[in-house]
């Protein structure tokens, strides 16, 4: 099973990777970033399949993916 490995303070809430996520393993968090933007995080319970969709859609690199 993959893990995701989000850098926060570096995500810029655009929310690319939510959208393209096929199993919706992502959203928005409620605590704010250091930037006072709600960043992304990962949803264990949604069952990511390891695509990498939302590590390879990411305009800044804020995902990583470790196994």
């Known amino acids: ?25 992502l959203s928005a968090e409620e605590k704010l970033n250091k930037r006072g933007i709600k960043p992304v995080k990962f ?8 695509c990498r969709m939302c590590m390879i859609i990411c305009p800044d690199n804020c995902i990583e993916t470790e196994k």
């Open 1 to 25: 099973m993959v893990k995701l490995k989000i850098d926060r303070e570096k995500c810029k809430g655009c929310m690319l990777c939510v959208s393209f996520c096929p199993k919706g393993a």
């Open 43 to 50: 949803k264990e319970e949604a069952g990511c399949i390891g």
